[in-house]
């Protein structure tokens, strides 16, 4: 079955003035004109193309690969807006088209957004919707605290980032427990941090409990050894300075420089953090565990 909006691997069955035909399984069949076929290209090679309607409402293969397949979300910008809808940067020759009625109020031409790709049933034409909260429902989650999830950031608020979790679920980001510079459309691995009796769910780009100190540890260790075994960073930096090198709270870079710290493997010293050399294990120096300050 040749399916629209999707990538397909099918057969080349034979060329004529027009292109190449292509072929499934099945016997169905699609036109890779000539614009899209390239010199390689032999009769029963097997081809990936990319499977599209076009303005006539015939069934089109490219090779071109878009920025996205139907059923699912992406950041695309708006190259124009007419009378009839929006049309979006998708990655192919023929751009996205996006109904009046699947639209955010005021989108701008020149602007990106998240958007929904899908495939109308009624038309069979794929099409984009900027109305996020149609395609994504907490009603049924199917994570849970602790996970590890992939977030797509798309909305921001005074509380902080809505984000698409697992292309499935909404969550929140909140301003506090951001330690790095977000923006809308970003996709990033992150962690429910908690699933609230309705449903609501907070999210975290660190991991939970002490597994996000042991990944701090690793980060903090490896920047030490690019940077000639010396961070100058101290008990006395600011929240600021911290999260602006590290991406991480205050309390996690101190809970990883003690664990290091009791490992032997850093030296703490007035002016930031050295890289423990051999025989720093049996110095008497009188630097204290920065957990405990």
């Known amino acids: 079955m040749i399916q629209i909006g999707k990538l397909n691997t099918l057969t080349i069955l034979r060329e004529t003035a027009v292109g190449l035909h292509l072929g499934d399984e099945d016997k169905n069949e699609v036109l890779l004109p000539n614009s899209y076929k390239k010199s390689a290209y032999k009769v029963k090679d097997k081809i990936e193309v990319f ?11 490219t090779p071109q690969v878009p920025y996205a397949q139907i059923y699912s979300f992406s950041f695309l910008r708006v190259t124009s807006i007419s009378e009839i809808g929006a049309f979006l940067d998708w990655g192919l020759e023929k751009d996205l088209f996006m109904p009046h009625r699947e639209q955010l ?15 109308d049933e009624l038309t069979q034409r794929i099409i984009a919707s900027a109305l996020i909260d149609n395609f994504i429902s907490n009603e049924h989650l199917l994570v849970e605290k602790g996970d ?5 950031v798309f909305e921001e608020s005074p509380l902080g980032y809505s984000c698409i979790i697992d ?9 506090n427990d951001i330690y790095k510079n977000i923006q809308i459309g970003d996709e ?6 908690n699933i609230r009796q309705d449903n609501l769910i ?4 660190q991991k939970p409990g002490f597994q996000n100190v042991l990944s701090s540890t690793d980060v903090i260790l490896e920047y030490l050894a690019h940077n000639d075994g010396y961070l100058n960073l101290t008990d006395k930096s600011t929240p600021e300075e911290i999260a602006k090198q590290f991406a991480m709270s205050k309390a996690t870079f101190k809970k990883s420089i003690g664990v290091l710290y009791r490992h032997r493997k850093v030296v703490i010293k007035d002016d930031g953090v050295y890289l423990a050399e051999k025989g720093d294990e049996d110095t008497d120096e009188t630097e204290k565990d920065p957990e405990n300050k």
């Open 51 to 61: 499977i599209y309607k076009d303005s006539e409402d015939r069934l089109i293969a």
């Open 105 to 119: 109020n005021n989108m701008e031409e020149g602007e990106s957004y998240v958007v929904y790709i899908y495939l």
């Open 148 to 152: 590890e999830v992939s977030l797509m």
């Open 167 to 175: 292309g499935k679920h909404r969550g929140l980001l909140y301003r």
């Open 188 to 193: 990033m691995t992150g962690y429910i941090k």
């Open 202 to 205: 907070d999210l975290s780009l």
